[in-house]
C-alpha cells in the first residue's frame, strides 16, 4: 500500500486501503453465502513446495532446548489445505500470507503477498470457474462497479466471462497447433521459426512461456475476463490429466487486462503419481541449483487415505484490489510493501 505518512497526507491512497477492506469483507461474505468454512493453516512449513521455479524463504525455529529445526516460508497454503480435505473438510478456503524470494519490488509481484485459496473435494475445475466469475460479480455490484480498468483496457465484469482452451488460444493468437507442439524437440523448433532464441539448457516449460508471455499473454482479457484451460501434461504436478486427452492436464488460469489473476487444478488425488511427480520435480530444482528438501509424505499420506474428486484455486488478492482501484501497481494496494519497507525508488 503505502506508508501509514502517505495513509495520513494522501486521500487517493486512503481510499484505496479501504477499498481493499471492503473487497476482503465482500468475498468472505460470498463464500460464507456458499457454504463455505473458511480455514487457518501454518505460515511456516517444514517442508515446502517441489515448484521448480519458485524460492521459499527458509527460517530457523529454535525450542527451549536450544535445538535448531530449519523450516520455510510458504509459498501457498495448497499442500495444508489438501491435508484437510483428506481430513473430511468439503468447502473450504483462507486468505494467507505467502512468501516468496527473488521477487521484484513493486508492479505486480512482492515477497510477502495475501493468497485467497479455496477448495471444492467433490468439484471440477469448472466449479471454480464459476466461483471465481460469481465472486467478482458479486464484488462489483456491492462496490457499484462494473468495469475494471488496467493501463488503457477497460475490462468488464457484469458479462459471461470467456473460457478458451490453451489449444485454442495458441491458434488464435499465434496460428500455431499445440497438438504438434507437445515435446521440447517440437516446441523449440517453432519458437526459432518465429525468431526466438533457444537454449540447450532450455525446458519445455522456458520455451512454452517465452512464446505465451509474449504473443498471448498480453493479448487476454481485454474486454472482458478470460479462463485459459487445460494446459500441456508436462507443465504442471499437481493437477490431474485431461479425461479427453491425456496429453493435457486441468490447470487454468484466469486473465484480466492482461494480467494474471489465478493458477487453479482439477486436483491429482493419486498419491503414487503425486509422488511421482513430486521426485520429478525435486529432481528438476537440482538441476537448476536450487536448494532442495525431502519431500512432504504427510501430504502423500493424506491423499493415500482417500479424498474425492477435488478442484482447487488460488488467486492473487492483490492483485484483484489493482484492478478494483486502479492503482498504479501492487504495491499502492499494501500497507509497507517492500518497495516501501527498503526504501525502493517510486
Known amino acids: ?136 460479480k458479486y464484488v462489483g455490484e456491492r462496490l457499484k462497479i462494473k468495469d475494471l480498468r488496467l493501463k488503457d483496457c477497460k475490462i468488464k465484469i457484469d458479462q459471461t466471462w470467456e473460457r478458451l482452451s490453451m489449444k485454442e488460444a495458441w491458434k488464435k493468437y499465434t496460428q500455431v497447433d499445440l497438438d504438434n507442439n507437445l515435446t521440447i524437440e517440437q516446441l523449440s523448433n517453432t519458437a526459432k521459426a518465429k525468431g526466438y532464441k533457444v537454449d540447450p539448457a532450455d525446458a519445455y516449460e522456458d520455451i512454452f512461456f517465452r512464446l505465451f508471455l509474449n504473443e498471448i499473454e498480453p493479448k487476454l482479457g481485454l474486454e472482458r475476463p478470460i479462463f485459459i484451460y487445460d494446459y500441456p501434461a508436462q507443465m504442471t504436478s499437481l493437477s490431474r490429466l485431461c479425461e479427453h486427452d491425456n496429453r493435457y492436464a486441468e490447470r487454468v488460469e484466469c486473465y484480466i487486462g492482461g494480467l494474471e489473476l489465478c493458477n487453479g487444478f482439477g486436483e491429482l488425488t493419486d498419491a503414487e503419481e503425486q509422488k511421482k511427480r513430486l521426485e520429478g520435480d525435486r529432481k528438476l530444482r537440482e538441476k537448476l541449483g536450487k536448494e532442495i528438501w525431502p519431500i512432504d509424505e504427510d501430504f502423500i499420506s493424506a491423499l493415500r487415505s482417500g479424498i474425492g474428486t477435488a478442484s482447487g484455486v488460488a488467486m492473487g488478492v492483490d492483485r484483484m484490489v489493482v484492478l478494483f482501484t486502479g492503482a498504479k501497481d501492487i504495491s499502492e494496494v499494501m500497507f509497507g510493501s517492500m518497495k516501501d519497507q527498503l526504501g525502493e525508488s517510486k
Not at 494522501?10 to 481510499?15: A, E, G, Q, S, Y
Not at 481493499?20 to 457454504?35: G, H, N, P, T, Y
Not at 535448531?68 to 509459498?75: A, D, G, I, Q, V
Open 1 to 136: 500500500m503505502s506508508t501509514w505518512k502517505e495513509l495520513k497526507e494522501n486521500p487517493r491512497l486512503k481510499d484505496i486501503f479501504n477499498t481493499r477492506i471492503a473487497i476482503v469483507k465482500l468475498i468472505r461474505e460470498f463464500f460464507w453465502s456458499q457454504d463455505f468454512k473458511e480455514t487457518e493453516t501454518p505460515i511456516a512449513v517444514r517442508y515446502a513446495s517441489q515448484e521448480p521455479y519458485l524460492n521459499p524463504i527458509p527460517v530457523t525455529i529454535h525450542d527451549t532446548r536450544n535445538t535448531t529445526h530449519k523450516m520455510y516460508l510458504r509459498t501457498s497454503p495448497e499442500y495444508s489445505l489438501k491435508k484437510l480435505l483428506a481430513a473430511g473438510y468439503e468447502k473450504i478456503f483462507e486468505f494467507s500470507k505467502c512468501f516468496r524470494d527473488y521477487e521484484s519490488f513493486g508492479r505486480n509481484h512482492n515477497t510477502e503477498f495475501t493468497m485467497l485459496e479455496w477448495y471444492r473435494s467433490t468439484g471440477t475445475y469448472q466449479n471454480f470457474m464459476d466461483d471465481m466469475e460469481k465472486m467478482f
